[in-house]
């Protein structure tokens, strides 16, 4: 996979200022110089930060705006090309909010979320942001820990440098896995002997049979308590019948006619009514005419002087009150008797009525008593003794009954809980059967597997699959750096790597010499270091499958003397597919292109 950076335009980032431009991919070697504190480092972290989301000082998004620029806002644009396809990133960053836009053959291929357009974005680099890093940025401050560092730590850089990581990792699951395998294994081999154990032990006797169980007369429970109701009412049956019996005999005692028939009302009250007042109005007259009488006076003479008086009118009228009395007396008479008589045909009539509604009463209380009487009750009480013995009988027989069945039963729960113990140790002893068939079969499978992880954990250990790599690695980093070094050094100088358990040895040789590194003056010891710069990206690139055009070079030319810098110039120059950032802020080749960062009133740009 080719990857080639092009055109990079960012503003207001670190000390920068408004739309500053830089072309990546013009020269093969460019001076990129000016004084300290300028932002000559800053372009590297600027790429950083447009193609990873961070950069490896681990300077946070909020200090990279520039303080000095009046802009509230940075951004920046990239463009480059991986293989045939055109690139361009652009990203904005406006308080603390980031906004990130991905074109792809002038397609936007960006996600709703600014991660995942960066996960995006590395699928399509198909690198990490350390590959990255050690690729496009090397400074000699780095490279000083790998070539001063201890033998084991330098060992474990080569190994993270060049991803060896994912093998010893690999190993270290597999150690887990064969580690869990290990307590898996010893776990169904202890069950393995605790099935064996109970399989040997186990005791499984013949089942019993079971016995008839004689039925029960329900009817002789009905019976029971049928006598127990009559005995629990005896007393109250006892009142029944003889309040019955009192029923019976005072309906016996009625006597009473059936064809006696209502009498006929002769409708005599008016009449009667009649002739009484026709009686009494005779009555009356005959008192008011003898009062009449009493009043007249019929005298002939004076009583006070004896003189002679006509009493002719007096006598007259006397005599007609008195015919007045004697037909109203003869009236009265007939009126008396025949109201007598028509009384006595009334009462007659009244009597025969009273004699009826008596019969008919008596006629009422017969069917009256009669609808009292229970005609399902005896007439004679029941003997209580008599029932008394007759359920205790009954009692008798259901108890022996229930005893049989009872006992019957016990037997048959016996034999249950036997055979269902002997069912249930058959069936555990069939589950353990065939937990034994598969406790072996999984124990030779386990066994298997942890043979095949042995030769996986011997090939992934520190002098399996790594050694073998890091032991090819490091010969072709040795190749490599001997190759920069033998331009750089007019072969005076080569390094040789000695790979030994967990440390790797560098030795330095100086005209056939073994050296120390401390040996080496500043200037012997850049060219090395110069050496191990290239042959680290070239052996990234190489390993990695990467051809990455960009490199930035910070400060290495310091302690360089002429020769040594007209060499590296001559290495670089030879590379192909690399363009070369030489970042440096006292030196300056003639004629080797050249861009200057000037800094004015803190704001820095690129001329």
């Known amino acids: 996979m080719s990857i080639k950076l092009k055109e990079l335009t960012f503003s207001n980032m670190y000390s920068y200022g408004d739309k500053i431009s830089l072309n990546l991919s013009k020269e093969k070697i460019t001076q990129l110089s000016a004084p300290n504190g300028s932002g000559k480092s800053s372009i590297a972290l600027i790429l950083q930060e447009i193609l990873f989301n961070k950069n490896i000082k681990g300077i946070k998004k909020g200090d990279i705006l520039n303080k000095y620029s009046k802009s509230k806002n940075w951004s920046a644009n990239l463009t480059f090309t991986i293989d045939n396809s055109e690139y361009e990133i652009d990203v904005k960053r406006s308080g603390a909010q980031t906004k990130v836009v991905l074109l792809k053959d002038e397609v936007d291929i960006s996600e709703h979320k600014v991660l995942d357009t960066y996960k995006k974005l590395h699928d399509e680099l198909g690198m990490t942001f350390e590959i990255f890093s050690q690729l496009t940025y090397q400074s000699s401050t780095d490279l000083l820990d790998f070539l001063k560092a201890t033998d084991s730590n330098r060992k474990k850089f080569l190994i993270n440098l060049f991803n060896f990581e994912k ?10 896995i064969s580690g869990d395998l290990d307590k898996d294994l010893a776990s169904k081999k202890g069950e393995l002997k605790t099935v064996d154990d109970y399989l040997s032990s186990v005791d499984i006797k013949e089942k019993k049979d079971y016995v008839d169980v004689p039925e029960v007369d329900d009817s002789i429970q009905t019976k029971i308590i049928e006598l127990e109701a009559n005995l629990q009412n005896l007393d109250k049956d006892i009142r029944a019948i003889d309040k019955n019996n009192l029923y019976i005999k005072e309906r016996d005692s009625l006597e009473f006619d059936m064809s006696l028939s209502i009498p006929e009302n002769p409708n005599l009250e008016d009449t009667l009514i009649q002739v009484r007042d026709s009686a009494n109005n005779s009555k009356r007259i005959v008192e008011e005419n003898e009062g009449k009488i009493k009043q007249l006076d019929t005298s002939d003479s004076c009583y006070a002087c004896g003189q002679a008086l006509d009493n002719s009118q007096s006598l007259d009228l006397k005599e007609k009150f008195e015919q007045e009395i004697l037909k109203h007396k003869r009236n009265y008479k007939v009126k008396r008797e025949e109201y007598l008589l028509l009384k006595s045909e009334i009462d007659s009539y009244v009597k025969k009525l009273e004699d009826y509604n008596q019969n008919q009463k008596k006629i009422e209380k017969f069917e009256s008593i009669s609808n009292l009487i229970d005609t399902t009750l005896s007439t004679i009480a029941p003997n209580k003794t008599e029932i008394q013995s007759e359920l205790l009988s009954y009692k008798s027989e259901w108890n022996s009954q229930i005893l049989e069945k009872n006992s019957a039963e016990k037997i048959n729960e016996e034999v249950r809980l036997h055979n269902t113990k002997i069912d249930m140790l058959c069936e555990e002893k069939e589950k353990f059967l065939s937990r034994q068939k598969l406790l072996k079969n999984d124990i030779v499978i386990l066994q298997n597997k942890q043979n095949n992880l042995q030769i996986l954990k011997k090939a992934f250990s520190s002098s399996g699959i790594v050694a073998f790599k890091l032991e090819n690695v490091a010969k072709d980093l040795e190749n490599t750096i001997n190759k920069y ?24 040789i100086n005209n056939g010499h073994e050296v ?61 597919g690399l363009n070369v950032f030489l970042i440096s802020h006292d030196y300056s080749h003639p004629l080797i292109p050249k861009v200057e960062i000037v800094k004015e009133n803190n704001i820095s740009k690129i001329i």
């Open 485 to 508: 070094l033998s331009v750089l050094s007019d072969g005076q100088f080569s390094v040789v790597f000695r790979l030994t358990g967990e440390k790797l040895n560098v030795i330095i």
């Open 516 to 576: 120390t590194i401390e040996s080496l003056s500043g200037g012997e010891f850049s060219r090395v270091q110069t050496s191990v710069l290239l042959a680290v990206r070239a052996t990234l690139s190489k390993i990695g499958g990467k051809q990455l055009n960009l490199l930035f070079l910070d400060e290495i030319t310091g302690v360089l003397d002429d020769s040594g810098k007209e060499k590296l110039f001559e290495v670089l120059s030879e590379e192909i």
């Open 167 to 176: 093998y010893i990792d690999l190993g270290e699951q597999i150690k887990k």
